[in-house]
């Protein structure tokens, strides 16, 4: 799996717009990218992924670079519920393989 | 997607003893995988555990320490055994949910012992 990088933590006010980065310089043309989040003492949250093309659903869009090198996770109307420890994760697609966490950034959305 | 049932949600133990964790999905999967999460830190996964034969453990991880059951399709435990302080940490287990949801997580097991 490719290796990415994230900054450590972030701040963003409540009803702004929240753009989490992701560098992943070393991706390969079949990985995705995924993105996950832990809310305080709960088990990771499934967000969103993508290959190539920015995609949007309920909770967030994701914005990746032509060149795939890096991407960004918007949460476009941050809430105080928000608040939490994001991961970026880059691997193939295929079935029967765990993820790989690596730190993650942790957002802190504030009155 | 799935929904897995993950039980005890926390345990205080003596160390010396043993902890068993269950995790239990709504649906048929082929994989479950197993992770620590040490306090303040993310997620190491421990083995995957496929129905019908030997769990895989990572690096670090060994079958005698953290012995793996899969009797079913639906249904996984992990014991941690012979615990010390240092097993102190959250347990999680994780399915994959669909092509469209990524992975579903148990709600994690916080064990702490002393």
């Known amino acids: 799996d490719a290796k990415t990088t994230q900054p450590p933590s972030m701040d963003c006010a409540e009803g702004r717009a929240a753009n989490l980065p992701c560098n992943h310089s070393?991706?390969?043309?079949?990985?995705?990218v995924y993105w996950y989040r832990q809310i305080h003492s709960q088990g990771p949250q499934y967000i969103i992924h993508?290959?190539?093309n920015n995609e949007t659903n309920e909770m967030a869009s994701l914005i990746t670079t032509e060149d795939r090198k890096s991407s960004t996770l918007i949460l476009p109307h941050a809430t105080l519920r928000d608040t939490a420890v994001y991961y970026c994760?880059?691997?193939?697609?295929?079935?029967?393989?765990?993820?790989?966490f690596g730190k993650g950034t942790s957002l802190l959305v504030t009155p | 997607s799935a929904v897995i049932s993950q039980k005890p949600s926390r345990d205080i133990c003596q160390r010396g003893t043993s902890l068993t964790i269950q995790c239990q999905v709504d649906?048929?999967?082929?994989?479950m995988f197993w992770y620590r999460q040490q306090p303040g830190q993310s997620l190491t996964l421990i083995a995957t555990?496929?129905?019908?034969?030997?769990?895989?453990?990572e690096s670090g991880f060994v079958i005698d320490k953290f012995p793996i059951s899969r009797p079913n399709l639906t249904f996984s435990t992990l014991t941690v055994s012979n615990m010390s302080p240092e097993d102190s940490s959250i347990y999680l287990c994780?399915?994959?949910?669909?092509?469209?949801?990524?992975?579903?997580f148990g709600s994690g097991t916080r064990l702490t012992v002393v």
């Open positions: 649906s048929q999967v082929t994989m």
């Open positions: 994760i880059v691997r193939v697609a295929l079935s029967g393989y765990a993820l790989n």
């Open positions: 070393t991706i390969s043309g079949n990985e995705y």
């Open positions: 994780s399915v994959e949910a669909g092509a469209n949801y990524g992975y579903t």
């Open positions: 993508g290959l190539k």
């Open positions: 555990a496929n129905q019908g034969s030997e769990a895989t453990y």
